[in-house]
Antibody, heavy 121, light 106 residues
Framework: EVQLLESGGGLVQPGGSLRLSCTAS????????LNWVRQAPGKGLESVSA????????YYADSVKGRFTISRDNSKNTLYLQMNNLGAEDTAVYYC??????????????WGQGTLVTVSS | EIVLTQSPATLSLSPGERATLSCRAS??????VAWYQQKPGQAPRLLIY???NRATGIPARFSGSGSGTDFTLTISSLEPEDVAVYYC????????FGQGTKLEIK
């Protein structure tokens, strides 16, 4: 059974930093592109970042480019999102999501339960 | 940047009725469209990928169609548990989601 479990969310001040983690099980972790998708309170979904299975390629939404860094540790089956210089607009539930197939840049067939990031003074 | 526009914003129907949800892309995305269902307090769930393929475990009452710029998610006979917000997503150029259609059951 595929499972994705996010952690690391919380309350942070504007300009602060936070690192999210997503621990995975139930599939061959290193074979799949993984994604971070966020949802501001009461709003829709926004793709934030993606990383290929071997970590060799990363992708970012324009809204987070230069501030967020995605990475993965395939030996620990864990995905990360380092978030720096946070602003109120980054307040959201952050989901990690797995690509449907190992071909890369696919729709997302499994999602974690999400972790809430609140940026406020 | 590709923009997806979903309509209607809210749809209110009775159990057993047919629901038709629309998603229009600002430029062609071939068949690279997925549909997700999100119930309150839950993560999104993949229903349809690549416009018309049902994801694993999705009931046959859910179907998708379309190509180019116009896509449709159809629920053939509504069940009470189908109450949710439905999002379309394109993967032709990075990713983008539509703003969602809220489905209510009368």
């Amino acid at each position: 059974e595929v499972q994705l479990l996010e952690s690391g969310g919380g309350l942070v001040q504007p300009g602060g930093s936070l690192r999210l983690s997503c621990t995975a099980s139930g599939f061959t972790f290193s074979s799949y592109t993984l994604n971070w998708v966020r949802q501001a309170p009461g709003k829709g979904l926004e793709s934030v970042s993606a990383i290929t299975g071997n970590g060799g390629s990363t992708y970012y939404a324009d809204s987070v480019k230069g501030r967020f860094t995605i990475s993965r540790d395939n030996s620990k089956n864990t995905l990360y999102l380092q978030m720096n210089n946070l602003g109120a607009e980054d307040t959201a539930v952050y989901y990690c999501a797995k690509d449907r197939s190992a071909m890369g840049h696919q729709s997302h067939d499994f999602w974690g339960q999400g972790t809430l990031v609140t940026v406020s003074s | 940047e590709i923009v997806l526009t979903q309509s209607p914003a809210t749809l209110s129907l009775s159990p057993g009725e047919r629901a038709t949800l629309s998603c229009r892309a600002s430029q062609s995305v071939s068949t690279y469209v997925a549909w997700y269902q999100q119930k309150p307090g839950q993560a999104p769930r993949l229903l349809i990928y690549d416009a018309s393929n049902r994801a694993t475990g999705i009931p046959a009452r859910f179907s998708g169609s379309g190509s180019g710029t116009d896509f449709t998610l159809t629920i053939s006979s509504l069940e009470p548990e189908d109450v949710a917000v439905y999002y379309c997503q394109q993967r032709s150029n990075w990713y983008a989601f539509g703003q969602g259609t809220k489905l209510e059951i009368k």
